[in-house]
């Protein structure tokens, strides 16, 4: 590698760390439930200490990943999205209230347009290291057929 890219790559590394800060937890949801992008919903429980950032992929396996969009937002933190990711903020210090909000996934898997609502569940005083409760929820929506019955 030439001493110039070398360089560059040192010099992103460094603005990526800095832009995280010090209080993040990757380890915030270490399993979770697949969506599949034909009108399902999944729900993810999340743990994270206050004032700790949760960041978190929403990617998933044969599933290409469009667009994000948060659809419903947490009524004591903040979600920031970047690329197929998203990013929780509690703005409560000490992490004392339970939180939630809902993402759109738009996407394709094996070449057909779908979306997914992922609602996650924020539970900061269960907040251990390592520790992620997954509650699966594959119940289908329908928006057409709700009032047929």
Same mark, same amino acid.
């Given at each position: 590698?030439?001493?110039?890219?070398? =360089?560059?790559?040192?010099?992103?590394?460094? #603005?990526?760390?800095?832009? +995280?800060?010090?209080?993040? #937890?990757? !380890?915030? +949801?270490?399993?979770?439930?697949?969506?599949? =992008? *034909?009108?399902?919903?999944?729900?993810? @429980?999340?743990?994270?200490? !206050? #004032?700790?950032?949760?960041?978190?992929?929403?990617?998933?396996?044969? $599933?290409?990943?469009?667009? $994000?969009?948060?659809?419903? +937002?947490?009524?004591? !933190?903040?979600?920031? =999205? @970047?690329?197929?990711?998203?990013?929780?903020?509690?703005?409560?210090?000490?992490? #004392?209230?339970?939180?939630?909000?809902?993402?759109? *996934? +738009?996407?394709?898997?094996?070449?057909?347009?779908?979306?997914?609502? $992922?609602?996650?569940?924020?539970?900061?005083?269960?907040?251990?290291?390592?520790?992620?409760?997954?509650?699966? @929820?594959?119940?289908?929506?329908?928006? @057409?057929?709700?009032?047929?019955?």
């Amino acid at each position: 590698m030439k001493p110039r890219n070398f =360089l560059m790559v040192v010099v992103l590394m460094l #603005a990526l760390v800095a832009q +995280l800060g010090p209080a993040v #937890a990757y !380890g915030c +949801l270490k399993a979770r439930t697949n969506y599949d =992008l *034909v009108d399902d919903g999944v729900e993810w @429980s999340i743990s994270t200490a !206050g #004032a700790e950032d949760c960041i978190q992929s929403i990617q998933s396996p044969g $599933i290409r990943v469009e667009s $994000i969009a948060v659809t419903s +937002l947490p009524a004591r !933190g903040r979600v920031f =999205l @970047s690329g197929p990711s998203f990013r929780y903020v509690a703005d409560v210090p000490g992490g #004392a209230e339970a939180d939630e909000f809902d993402l759109l *996934v +738009l996407g394709q898997v094996r070449s057909q347009e779908g979306f997914s609502t $992922i609602r996650v569940k924020v539970n900061p005083n269960e907040f251990q290291p390592g520790h992620v409760e997954v509650i699966p @929820s594959k119940a289908k929506r329908s928006t @057409s057929k709700r009032n047929e019955d």
